[in-house]
């Protein structure tokens, strides 16, 4: 079996299962935000009633991220909802906004706090709950239905998903970073070439990545279709995890004669840094070969590129250099945020590489303009922006304004770009 | 509830990878689906997201729609777990989707929930009908009816989900094969 349906068959209980089974899994964690969050309790109390009691108080986390700084009257009552119910509930693993406990972006979070564990299942009211196979744990977006009915009853019907195989090895060249790899392979496999699938990222350059750069491939496996992307855990992802939780868990890990439905392998060293044009995340080409495109607005924050690694690469080309157009950074979470003061490229801060570079006053950690939002949302677009993103999804109006175009990058790229006003190659600069 | 599985009415055609954000853009997230005022505004915004070219779907003037059958091509609903997104089409009055395939979280959430019917036709659909068409879609015979010349296009065996659709949701089969109680 796969490390996809080892996890899946422990969980039910089988000794084997087989991709298109449909089982009832056990939830490990139920993951949930403020956008979803309100919903999933509404559905959890309808269903099961006003009185009821979610299935197991510590496998609940509730991060919001979304709509935090907004004046939206909605949003802050949807705070209060999560508020109300973790109250009612005890719930222990809430992340309130506005005090010490807030984080910011739920699937940088989640691991952050130790509550990613390899081998456990992770159900999350969020596509990019996916993220989290990067240590070694399925991880699965879910609606507010399939939540509520977990909020419940501990566990979901879900098929046995089959595997995708992707083989990445070599040396990985300077600039190019696991953003250029995952668009790589959407690019191939395009946007709907993993639906339903698993898929399992592996080889020496896989091996090489840190636990942020792992995080940023698998967060995009929902953008090929795919139900979760996975990495097997190593000592790497032990070292990050055991810093962080003292809960047990057992690792599970792919026999080495696993069927998978196709094995795709890369050369990293032969790679470029590339870009997604709009509007959709397969639409991949050279960022050498769009020198022509002229930005308006670069952005780095966001669940797949507001990590602190992400910083670090685009502090890199940064420093001692002035942007040319609008630069917009968003950590991902306090953590990340503190990140920028601590962190230190030559004895400077990243902050302070960044100030000094000239970017916009750097906002508070939340999803902020990724996804759009309110109006009043950080970054979010009105016009006929041209942005170069390191965010997740280039889609139509993805980013507020239907007129505004979308191309997604690494934060090489994004930073290049920012520096020059048109796409640039990281290399060129 | 038990679904009318013969429905009657114009299409509303899209094209591939109609994405969450088309179908119900993130600055309408702040809705609650569970509040009943709330469901019926994601209703009237079913759609807001497609470029101005396109014909308002909840063009009715109480925010529901006219169009009850949406067609599309491959990979429809890709992107966000957000439910709201077949929920908006079901609170505008839409029955079924029929689209060449599906994201496999949006298909899960139109099961789950039981607002829409999530159908697959045989062949691409896109180019056999104009917005405003008149269709019938009979989900037992598994067919799609073009009513301008009765042409005929089949849709694929609905599959595993089969007994979650015809329970009415997630809960309703649950309840069915005695995984929950109430």
Same mark, same amino acid.
């Given at each position: 079996m796969t490390i996809t349906e080892k996890i899946l068959a422990r969980e039910s209980g089988a000794s084997i299962v087989s991709p298109g089974d449909n089982i009832w899994v056990n939830c490990g964690i139920l993951l949930t935000h403020d956008v979803c969050g309100p919903g999933t309790i509404g559905i959890f109390q309808r269903e099961f009633g006003r009185d009821a009691k979610v299935f197991d108080r510590e496998k609940v986390v509730i991060l919001p991220d979304h709509?935090?700084?907004?004046?939206d009257e909605k949003a802050h009552r949807n705070i209060d909802i999560l508020r109300a119910f973790v109250k009612e509930q005890g719930l222990p693993y809430y992340y309130d906004p506005?005090?010490?406990s807030y984080c910011g972006v739920c699937h940088v979070a989640l691991p952050e706090l130790g509550h990613v564990r390899p081998g456990e299942t992770i159900f999350g009211t969020?596509?990019?709950?996916?993220?989290?196979?990067?240590?070694?744990a399925f991880s699965t977006g879910i609606g507010n239905t399939d939540a509520g009915f977990i909020l419940g009853a501990g566990k979901l019907l879900v098929k046995v998903p089959p595997t995708l195989r992707f083989v990445l090895d070599g040396e990985m060249p300077p600039y190019l970073s696991a953003k250029d790899l995952i668009l790589q392979i959407i690019g191939d496999i395009?946007?709907?070439?993993?639906?339903y699938c698993a898929m399992e990222f592996t080889g020496s350059a896989i091996a090489a990545l840190s636990i942020d750069e792992r995080c940023t491939i698998c967060n995009m496996a929902v953008e090929a279709g795919a139900k979760n992307g996975i990495i097997a855990p190593d000592q790497k992802t032990l070292d990050y995890v055991n810093a962080r939780t003292k809960k047990p868990y057992e690792p599970l890990f792919s026999d080495p004669d696993a069927k998978v439905v196709s094995e795709r392998r890369y050369d990293v060293s032969r790679l470029e840094p590339v870009v997604a044009r709009?509007?959709?995340?397969?639409r991949r080409a050279l960022a050498r070969e769009c020198r022509d495109v002229k930005v308006t607005q670069v952005y780095i924050g966001s669940c $797949?590129? +507001?990590?602190l690694e992400d910083f670090v690469m685009a502090a890199k080309l940064m420093k001692g250099r002035k942007v040319a157009v609008r630069t917009l950074i968003v950590p991902a979470t306090r953590t990340v945020e503190q990140g920028l003061s601590d962190t230190r490229i030559d004895g400077q801060s990243l902050r302070s590489i960044f100030e000094s570079a000239g970017v916009e006053p750097i906002a508070p950690p939340?999803?902020?303009a990724c996804l759009g939002?309110?109006?009043? $949302?950080? +970054?979010?677009?009105?016009?006929k922006e041209v942005v170069v993103s390191t965010t997740n999804r280039n889609f139509?109006?993805?980013?507020?304004?239907?007129?505004s175009q979308i191309y997604l990058a690494s934060p090489y790229t994004a930073a290049a770009t920012a520096l020059t006003g048109h796409i640039t190659d990281p290399r060129d600069v | 509830m038990p679904k009318d599985t013969l429905i009657r009415g114009p299409v509303y055609v899209l094209e591939d990878n109609i994405d969450t954000d088309l179908l119900i853009?993130?600055?309408?997230?702040?809705?609650?689906?569970?509040i009943p005022e709330e469901y019926r505004k994601l209703g009237s915004y079913a759609?807001?997201?497609?470029?101005?070219?396109?014909?308002?779907?909840?063009?009715?003037?109480?925010?529901?729609?006219?169009?009850p059958i949406v067609i599309g091509g491959r990979n429809?609903?890709?992107?966000?777990?957000?439910?709201?997104a077949p929920i908006a089409l079901g609170a505008a009055g839409a029955k079924a989707v029929v689209a060449e395939s599906y994201a496999r979280i949006f298909f899960r959430n139109s099961v789950a929930t039981g607002e829409i019917f999530p159908l697959e036709s045989e062949k691409r659909l896109c180019g056999e009908f104009k917005t405003g068409d008149q269709a019938e879609v009979d989900i037992e015979k598994g067919t799609v009816t073009?009513?301008?010349?009765?042409a005929v296009f089949t849709l694929k065996p609905v599959g595993a989900v089969a007994p979650v659709i015809a329970a009415g949701g997630m809960f309703a089969y649950a309840r069915q094969i005695g995984m929950i109680k109430r």
């Open positions: 709509y935090i700084f907004t004046a506005g005090t010490d969020d596509s990019h709950t996916c993220t989290h196979g990067a240590l070694g395009t946007v709907d070439g993993a639906t709009p509007h959709l995340p397969d $797949t590129g +507001g990590k939340s999803c902020a939002g309110p109006y009043d $949302t950080f +970054g979010r677009t009105h016009g139509i109006g993805r980013m507020g304004s239907k007129e | 853009p993130a600055c309408y997230l702040n809705l609650v689906p569970t759609l807001a997201g497609l470029p101005d070219s396109f014909p308002k779907y909840a063009s009715n003037p109480d925010g529901s729609t006219p169009y429809f609903g890709c992107g966000s777990s957000r439910e709201h073009r009513l301008s010349d009765g």
